[in-house]
């Protein structure tokens, strides 16, 4: 009786494991053959254009007004702690170090996870609830080509696009409360910013980071749309995993990234 | 949404991305192509430099002139050879010294000039002579233990 409960554990155990690599593995082929178009790299540029409208343009709003915020904030904190050591002129530097370097990816990643994947999710598991997939199987027509790739590349191309918007916004969102508001110098607030950001350092692993967060969000809403159960339920589970597993997704691979771009490994 | 507007529309928004890369690398990093050729190199030797780095600024009477390009060792003097890069409407005489200084009590090293009397000017790869290098506080401290332990 022992024996066989434990017996039924492990069994229960190898199936867990099963299951997980069988969704990993169908997670990286998905990706490999999204990546490469479906078939072949012939890219239909409409849809890919239709799609950076959708997932780029339509988030402009949201990342422009998030990263105006998010650099006011900081210039006001900054402020606040470095006036205690007599070093206000060092908020420009604070600003553009920490919105270069983690606010910006990390944040546009977040909201484009909220704004972008979830709806990439929700429509396409739609459409494989509505069977338009299938139906398009049957015509011969290849949904990784007219449905999945246009979405990823799309993604791809955006979100860094998106990011580098989102700082600049910041750092004169910052500009403009350390200088008109707190009276910081204008003249330190940019040269103090200069001496310290380095462009490859500082802009380049910015975008890599951004690039990085753009294919694991886009990947995992397009894969949890097409792997959804064809219910409403379903879809509603599925885009609820996307927006969790991309945000969590996007704050460990953070940590990672920094820590090899810093070079403590 | 015609055809015609998204294509404008997606089009904008990839030319104001590029811009404000551009705003980035300009405006926020400071880089510019400026140090190039609107500048001349000179060499200095340090025997410790004691935390000076890579651009870091080089100032004269506490105007910035110029910038710290390189920094390598002679192998064969042991010494500490500084690459700067001076501002072309700056020049300096022959005479000039160069020494490693502090910005305030905890601040970072920069290099700072002060110009003498000759009437030659120094050009493009000349080496500047009167060096001194930065004041270690620990050696500084260790001279006074050890002077007053005598």
Redesign the interface.
């Known amino acids: 009786m022992m024996v066989k409960a434990l017996i039924n554990r492990v069994r229960f155990m190898g199936n867990g494991v099963l299951n997980i690599s069988a969704g990993v593995g169908r997670a990286a082929w998905f990706f490999i053959h999204v990546l490469s178009w479906g078939s072949g790299f012939k890219a239909p540029f ?1 849809r890919l ?2 799609q ?2 959708q997932l ?2 339509l988030s ?1 709003p949201i990342v422009l007004v998030a990263g105006l915020f998010v650099g006011m904030v900081l210039a006001l904190q900054g402020y606040h702690i470095l006036v205690g050591y007599g070093s206000q002129e060092a908020v420009g530097q604070m600003v ?1 170090l920490s919105i ?1 370097r983690e606010f910006g990816p990390v944040v546009t990643a977040l909201l484009f996870a909220g704004r972008a994947g979830s709806a990439l999710t929700a429509e396409i598991g739609l459409m494989k609830a509505t069977e338009q997939l299938s139906a398009m199987e049957i015509m011969g027509v290849d949904p990784f080509k007219r449905i999945m790739a246009p979405r990823l590349w799309g993604g791809v191309i955006t979100l ?3 990011t ?2 989102f ?2 916004l910041g ?1 004169y969102g910052g500009a403009f409360v350390a200088v008109e508001v707190l009276g910081i110098y204008d003249g330190s607030y ?1 040269a103090n ?3 310290s ?3 490859n350092e ?2 380049i692993k910015g ?1 890599v980071k951004s690039l990085v967060f753009a294919v694991v969000v886009t990947w995992l809403a397009i894969f949890h749309g097409w792997n959804a159960t064809p219910t409403s339920q379903g879809i509603s589970r599925a885009t609820t995993a996307t927006v969790v597993q991309a945000s969590l997704a996007v704050l460990a691979l953070d940590f990672i990234l920094t820590a090899v771009m810093l070079g403590g490994f | ?1 015609t ?1 015609k507007n ?2 404008i ?2 089009g904008a ?2 030319l ?2 590029i811009l ?2 551009v ?3 300009l ?5 510019s192509y400026r140090a190039d050729d609107q500048s001349y190199y000179l060499f200095a030797r340090f025997e410790n430099l004691a935390g000076l780095s890579e ?1 870091a ?1 080089i100032s004269l009477s506490g105007v910035t002139i110029g910038r710290v390009v390189s920094i390598t060792l002679d192998t064969e003097d042991y010494v500490a050879v500084v690459k700067m890069a001076i501002d072309k409407d700056v020049p300096l005489t022959t005479d000039t010294s160069a020494s490693i200084l502090t910005a305030g009590l905890l601040g970072e090293k920069y290099i700072g000039l002060s110009v003498g009397a000759d009437d030659e000017l120094l050009i493009n790869a000349d080496e500047i002579e009167d060096t001194q290098s930065s004041i270690v506080l620990e050696e500084l401290i260790g001279q006074f233990l050890f002077s007053r332990s005598e």
């Not at chain 2, 405006?27 to 880089?31: A, C, D, R, T, Y």
Request: hydrophobic share 60%; aromatic share 8%.
């Open positions: 409409k254009l239709q950076v409208y780029g343009v402009l553009a270069l860094p696009i998106l580098v918007m700082s600049v750092i940019w910013m200069q001496n950001v380095e462009f500082d802009v975008v | 949404m055809s998204l294509e529309s997606v928004f990839v104001a991305g404000a890369l705003v980035l690398a405006n926020v990093s400071g880089l651009r600024k």
